[in-house]
């Protein structure tokens, strides 16, 4: 690199950097682009849920830089590690490039796409014959592109006539819709990001931001350093995590026992008047789940959740709770924020709704700076899979199946006869796995699945259960590394990375951006959307299905357009989102956009703000109402305030199991390591799981920093080394779940109880024992399945 | 070798001497400041990245009054070439 090439490339940084500040460099150009690369193409990180908005870099035909974009609303250019980092995944020699079939000596072969295709849809359409229209299911992805997530649906729904369709945001998201859908009548927040920095108190819950949501985190993070005596942080965890550490209030409650914690800061907020009578009046409905009651039953409910009462069952000191609770109720706008740790567990519905509870009866809610904000964890969890309806019981639009007006306006615009989707509900993700088997299997209802953009083999609690399924089952598979689960399928499709390909995710603010496709994917690898399409034209659904075309752009923009089409007139409608727009727009749109002329919805539910309010077409709301829930199923335009029923983790430790297990990400890696692994870099720095254990309970089993740990449940086990930390209460231990390797899939261990409502596993609690093993021993392997012919580590 | 375009925030009112400590690393190069002082834009050169985010720790260490280091552009554009032409074999060790 000679001086002024790299002096050029040192002015571009910058100006990329002062642009993202709206800073001006005096008397410096900002570089000239085309230098460092040929163009540059707008996009989205595909790493997690914030939706943080990139350019990549084009030289020669291949990506060589990504950067962040100082335009887009989630992030102003700012990116972490995985942003910056990750796609380098994607020129890793171990990518898929070829279809594989498994042939008869058990190992798999290349084969053409035409053979691939044909043998899954002589599969798909013998099985349909022999077992009906519900034995071949779809798990799908919230790192799917919209477009393919819809396809998928619509394939299953309206051509197979199946609602056995489902992906992985329901081990995810799943509680969080269940709260939105039960508190307020309609799924995802009514605020958005740019929430953080209006708020003066923010309660984060449940949530590691610090790692699992950086660039979120930095928003915090900055709003509090700029402004230290005004904005206060408050985090309930039961681990003292980077994000936990810029708290003024810590509340550590023992896993799976904090809604006794929000009970008690709703009693603290009406006992010391930090309620609003205007929202608690207008906008409360008070709740049993099965009766309706007054504001005085709600309160005289909450008398049993006295701080020091709490304070027994949650070990989070009582004192912590009440000043929580003053911040929260005197000190607003309130903002609360949460991932897994509210959602993973048998009671996240219930957890969900606790925190609208306090966001309702303290006005905090529908205002600049308070929203009751759950983020998601995937890039397209939400825009993908969620508001396409791509689970066993929705259809497009976040509608349920079971609503005979919304089957018939989705027929009408799939163009299906009348009556043609299935009213029944699918299995959701743990029944299906359950049911999935041979075919000479009587028990298993499923014969056959594909599994899109996932590692279920990795990801799902208590995973081993459900290998055998898997493997006597007809599985297909679509995906850019082998994993797990390709060491379990039958057939293997290569797919095309996000920028290989473009298409629209959707991030946690109800936001849609649109990634260009900027290079061509390996080998004969191919973008999914054209898989789903050549399938569905295999088998004959060509008309419901038509872009199946080799230009991939043209294709998801068929798509795309296809979705705004079939979800005008619903509440989540996204008809003014074109790709035209999106390719204009650097921040792109947030729902309900509902024409061409309409610049998004920063805020739902308020006049002014969200034109769903003047739009009878779609809801009705009086024309004197403010603030109105139009989801409200009584047509009251109000939210249920429930009065939830304490109960704990499914699977508290006893004298047998006497810890907490929970488990998680890190900043480095994503998921289960599939990608992030494959970036020296990353794999490097988070080579390995390991066990965080407390320094007394370290002392207490004579393990030191290092040890190799056996970490046993009523399940499984792994074996670990050990890491000796501070930030945990005594009785807890975490596990992250990216590594690959036997010894150290941490979802041998994880327990499969899931929420009676949402589905939801209880990935973030169960009870273990441990026990030193050993000797520190180096097990910094960065181990990735390399190669699909690699043996599955165990006999199934 | 990676370059980034990166930001500094400074506690209020220490910019100046920030600015000072940070000419004792040689791999940062300030290219400007905002009006309040609290945010430098820089670049920061490392060999790769695990250099970037261990240079990136000591400056911090180093220099307290430095809140956060964030980056917007990392240009690694070589780094890709040498990626390419690795094979899994250059960096993995297979434990099954
Ligand atoms: S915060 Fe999430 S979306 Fe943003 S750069 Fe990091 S991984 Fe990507």
């Given amino acids: 690199m000679n001086l002024t090439r790299r002096e050029m490339i040192k002015l571009s940084a910058a100006g990329f950097a ?57 992030n102003f250019g700012f990116l972490c590690v995985k942003g910056f980092k990750g796609y380098v995944s994607m020129y890793h020699p171990d990518r898929l490039k070829y279809p594989m079939v498994r042939g008869e000596d058990d190992k798999f072969h290349r084969a053409s796409w035409d053979d691939a295709l044909n043998k899954v849809v002589n599969k798909f359409k013998e099985l349909h014959q022999n077992f009906g229209k519900d034995s071949v299911a779809f798990y799908g992805s919230g790192q799917c592109m919209t477009e393919e997530s819809y396809t998928f649906n619509k394939l299953w729904k309206g051509g197979f ?29 009514g605020g958005s990001y740019a929430d953080i920095e209006k708020a003066r108190t923010l309660f984060i819950v449940g949530s590691n931001m610090a790692e699992c949501h950086p660039i979120l985190f930095r928003r915090v993070a900055r709003h509090k350093i700029q402004n230290p005596e005004k904005v206060n942080i408050i985090v309930c965890e039961p681990r003292l995590t980077p994000t936990a550490r ?58 049993q959740f006295t701080p020091e009462a709490v304070e027994k069952i949650t070990r989070c000191p009582a004192a912590n709770i009440k000043e929580a609770a003053r911040l929260f109720g005197s000190q607003g706008p309130t903002m609360s924020l949460w991932t897994m740790g509210l959602n993973q567990r048998t009671r996240g519905v219930w957890a969900n709704n606790l925190i609208h509870n306090l966001h309702l009866i303290s006005g905090n809610i529908c205002k600049e700076g308070a929203d009751s904000f759950s983020i998601t964890g995937q890039p397209n969890a939400c825009g993908g899979v969620r508001e396409t309806g791509s689970l066993c019981q929705l259809l497009p639009g976040t509608r349920s199946i079971t609503d005979a007006t919304a089957r018939a306006d989705v027929e009408k615009s799939w163009k299906i006869p009348p009556g043609a989707i299935d009213p029944k509900p699918g299995f959701h993700t743990m029944e299906m796995f359950a049911k999935l088997g041979a075919e000479d299997d009587t028990s298993k209802p499923l014969k056959a699945m594909l599994v899109s953009t996932t590692n279920p083999a990795q990801s799902l609690p208590n995973a081993p259960k459900y290998y055998k399924g898997m493997k006597d089952a007809f ?44 290079v061509e994917p390996p080998g004969e690898a191919k973008a999914d959307l054209w898989i789903a399409a050549q399938i569905a034209k295999r088998m004959g659904l060509e008309k419901l299905i038509p872009w199946n075309g080799d230009d991939a752009p043209t294709s998801y ?101 006497p810890f907490f297990l929970t488990t998680g990400r890190v900043i480095e890696q994503w998921h289960s390591g599939t990608m992030t ?36 449940s009523r399940r499984g086990f792994n074996i670990l080394p050990a890491r000796v930390v501070k930030n945990s209460l005594p009785g807890i231990l975490f596990v992250p779940w990216f590594d690959q390797t036997w010894d150290r899939m941490i979802n041998r261990v994880t327990i499969d109880a899931f929420d009676a409502g949402s589905k939801q596993p209880e990935f973030k609690i169960c009870a273990v024992k441990i026990e030193r093993i050993g000797d520190p021993k180096d097990v910094a392997d960065s181990y990735v399945i390399s190669d699909v012919n690699a043996p599955f580590p165990i006999k199934i | ?48 990245h695990n250099e970037l985010e261990s240079l990136c720790q000591k400056i911090k260490d180093t220099i307290p009054a430095i809140v956060d280091i964030g980056h917007i552009y990392i240009n690694f554009e070589d780094e890709i070439e040498k990626i390419q032409a690795r094979t899994w074999q250059d960096y993995y060790a297979p434990n099954e």
């Avoid at chain 1, 598979?477 to 293997?492: C, G, Y």
């Avoid at chain 1, 720095?685 to 066990?691: D, E, F, L, Q, T």
């Fill in chain 1, 18 to 74: 002062a642009a993202a500040l709206n800073i001006s460099l005096p008397g410096k150009s900002s570089g000239d682009d085309g230098i460092v690369v040929d163009k540059w193409i707008k996009g989205t990180c595909r790493f997690c849920g914030t939706g943080c908005g990139i350019y990549a870099g084009i030289r020669n035909g291949q990506l060589v830089g990504i950067r962040g974009n100082p335009k887009a609303a989630t």
């Fill in chain 1, 161 to 189: 006539r199946s609602n056995m369709v489902e992906g992985n945001p329901r081990l995810c998201m799943a509680s969080a819709v269940g709260g939105y859908i039960t508190t307020f009548g309609a799924d995802e927040p």
């Fill in chain 1, 246 to 303: 810029i708290a003024d209030v810590w509340l550590p409650a023992d896993p799976g026992t904090d809604l006794a914690v929000f009970h008690c800061m709703a009693r603290e907020l009406i006992k010391n008047n930090w309620t609003d009578s205007w929202y608690i009046e207008n906008l409360c409905r008070f709740s049993t789940g099965a009766k309706v009651v007054d504001f005085k039953a709600y309160e005289q409910f909450l008398e």
């Fill in chain 1, 475 to 518: 599985l297909v598979v679509l995906d850019i590394f082998p994993t797990r689960t390709t060491q379990l399928a039958d057939v293997i499709l290569p797919a095309a990375f996000i920028y290989e390909k473009g298409g629209v995710y959707g991030c946690s603010e109800r936001r849609s951006q649109l990634t260009q496709k900027c």
């Fill in chain 1, 557 to 657: 923009k068929m798509a795309w357009d296809d979705y705004r089409e079939c979800v005008k007139l619903t509440e989540h409608t996204l008809y003014g989102i074109t790709y035209d727009r999106l390719k204009q727009m650097e921040e792109g749109l947030q729902w309900p956009c509902p024409n061409e002329n309409s610049p998004g919805t920063s805020r739902r539910y308020v006049r002014g703000y969200d034109p769903l309010m003047n739009m009878a077409a779609i809801v009705k709301v009086p024309s004197n109402a403010l603030i109105y829930f139009y989801g409200d199923k009584q047509h009251e335009g109000k939210a249920n305030v429930f009065l939830r029923p304490y109960k704990g983790a499914e699977e508290p430790p006893d004298k047998d199991y």
């Fill in chain 1, 677 to 712: 692994m494959r970036v020296p870099e990353i794999a490097r720095s988070k080579p390995n799981a390991y066990m965080e254990i407390s320094p007394s309970d370290a002392k207490e089993y004579g393990i030191k920093e290092g040890d190799m740990v056996k970490i046993t």
């Fill in chain 2, 1 to 48: 070798m990676i370059i980034t375009g990166s930001v500094i925030m400074v506690m209020p009112g220490t910019s100046q001497s920030v600015e000072k400590e940070l000419l004792a690393f040689p791999q940062v190069t300030l290219q400007g400041k905002s009006d309040s002082g609290m945010d430098m834009i820089v670049n920061i050169e490392a060999d790769d």
